[in-house]
């Protein structure tokens, strides 16, 4: 079993940046591909970005790659999101998730994903 929990969220003004971080715990959760979504309200759920479990590879949504950078501490056993020039439609649910199953690929759909932390909020005013 692996226990995700995110932190970070907050109010943020239109420009203006904040960091996400999840804190996973699980025998065996260092070695998950971990990933960030985020849902706004009235919204399906949307893939943000992702780790590979091993090496550093990672993946954005076009949506926030040049703004944001995800990251790994394996010693930490965290995974952070760091979002800048943050615009009003970032306003959402920020989940964090780990996928168990995945090796070398990295998977946009949170079907992939089978634990989820409990979601942080990101507000953006403009």
């Known amino acids: 079993q692996v226990q995700l929990v995110e932190s970070g969220g907050g109010l943020a003004q239109a420009g203006g940046s904040l960091r996400l971080s999840c804190a996973a715990s699980?025998?065996?959760?260092?070695?998950?591909?971990m990933g960030w979504f985020r849902q706004a309200p009235g919204k399906e759920r949307e893939f943000v970005a992702a780790?590979?479990?091993?090496?550093?590879?990672?993946y954005y949504a076009d949506s926030v790659k040049g703004r944001s950078t995800i990251s790994r501490d394996t010693a930490k056993n965290t995974v952070s999101l760091q979002m800048n020039s943050l615009k009003p439609e970032d306003t959402a649910v920020y989940y964090c998730?780990?996928?168990?199953?995945?090796?070398?690929?990295?998977?946009?759909?949170?079907?992939?994903?089978?634990?989820w932390g409990q979601g942080t909020q990101v507000t953006v005013s403009s």
């Open positions: 998730a780990a996928d168990s199953r995945s090796i070398l690929a990295i998977f946009t759909t949170p079907l992939r994903y089978d634990y």
């Open positions: 699980g025998r065996t959760s260092g070695s998950y591909t």
């Open positions: 780790v590979r479990a091993r090496g550093s590879m990672t």
